[in-house]
T-cell receptor, first 112, second 113 residues
Framework: AQSVTQLGSHVSVSEGALVLLRCNYS??????LFWYVQYPNQGLQLLLK??????LVKGINGFEAEFKKSETSFHLTKPSAHMSDAAEYFC??????????FGIGTKLQVIP | DGGITQSPKYLFRKEGQNVTLSCEQN?????MYWYRQDPGQGLRLIYYSQIVNDFQKGDIAEGYSVSREKKESFPLTVTSAQKNPTAFYLC????????????FGPGTRLTVT
């Protein structure tokens, strides 16, 4: 079985500040990890994904995430928040024959 | 442009009525999924289909039914047996592997009164 935990259902940052959204996973097999973004009343869009290889993954809109096996973490970061980053972010995990499991989401508020 | 379409965007029904949500994709993807999204609960899998004429129950299939007669179409029926049908419904697809990234439609917001 696999699971995904996103710490903090709501995160607020000032415009220009560092964005850090936390994700921890549990998987009995090597995981594939994803971050998706959702704007209000829209579907989800892939930000980035980790499958194998380089543990630091760069995505769209200046986001990146680092896979840390020892910490079972895949935290999402962005050096400088922009107002347009305000959205809900979902971490997801899949592996082996397991279908993807999503976290409960983190709503990011950007304060001007 | 390739993508997933869901219609309608907003849907209103009276309690006791069945309702069918449409999902169409022109990405030539093999696998399709239906999720339900409620505030604070993330995405929960209702049904998924990896090939035509075959589908499997997800975590919350009770009160829902699906069909997969064509590769590009995966309609979801919310039946009167679903106790709390009001929610945001998302359709997604992947090329075929369960490990692949998912492509999502814009969603349908269903309100049942």
């Amino acid at each position: 079985a696999q699971s995904v935990t996103q710490l903090g259902s709501h995160v607020s940052v000032s415009e220009g500040a560092l964005v850090l959204l936390r994700c921890n996973y549990s998987s009995s097999v090597p995981p594939y990890l994803f971050w998706y973004v959702q704007y209000p009343n829209q579907g989800l869009q892939l930000l980035l994904k980790y499958t194998t290889g380089a543990t630091l993954v760069k995505g769209i809109n200046g986001f990146e995430a680092e896979f840390k096996k020892s910490e079972t973490s895949f935290h999402l970061t962005k050096p400088s928040a922009h107002m347009s980053d305000a959205a809900e972010y979902f971490c997801a995990c899949s592996g082996g024959y397991q279908k993807v499991t999503f976290g409960i989401g983190t709503k990011l508020q950007v304060i001007p | 442009d390739g993508g997933i379409t869901q219609s309608p965007k907003y849907l209103f029904r009276k309690e006791g009525q069945n309702v069918t949500l449409s999902c169409e994709q022109n990405l030539n993807h093999d696998a399709m999924y239906w999720y339900r999204q409620d505030p604070g609960q993330g995405l929960r899998l209702i049904y998924y289909s990896q090939i035509v004429n075959d589908f499997q129950k997800g975590d919350i299939a009770e009160g829902y039914s699906v069909s997969r007669e064509k590769k590009e179409s995966f309609p979801l029926t919310v039946t009167s047996a679903q106790k709390n049908p009001t929610a945001f419904y998302l359709c997604a697809s992947t090329k075929g592997e369960l490990l692949d990234e998912q492509y999502f439609g814009p969603g349908t917001r269903l309100t049942v009164t």
